[in-house]
């Protein structure tokens, strides 16, 4: 690959202590398969962009735009006026 960074073994450790500190103040979510609603990965709260998942129950493959497939709680009751179920 042209734009390969090779990273050392000692820059890949002190990049995973970074992700791993970065990640202290997130929650996270699961994300679930649209199809069967099986957990497919757990993301963390900044998670964004779009993600290839395929799913290990259903065998699935599908593309998914984290910004579409967030739960907000109460969310629907607001989308609906206030008269959701
Ligand atoms: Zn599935």
Redesign the pocket.
């Known amino acids: 690959m042209k734009n390969a960074v090779v990273l050392s073994a000692e820059e890949k450790r002190k990049r995973l202590a970074l992700s791993a500190s970065e990640a202290e103040g997130l929650t996270l979510r699961d994300i679930r398969?649209p199809?069967?609603d099986?957990i497919i990965t757990r993301v963390f709260s900044d998670a964004s962009g779009h993600y290839l998942a395929k799913?290990q129950?259903?065998k699935?493959q599908v593309v998914l735009n984290f910004a579409y497939f967030r739960r907000q709680k109460g969310i629907g009751k607001r989308k609906a006026g206030g008269s959701a179920k």
């Open positions: 398969c199809y069967c099986f799913c129950k259903c699935r």
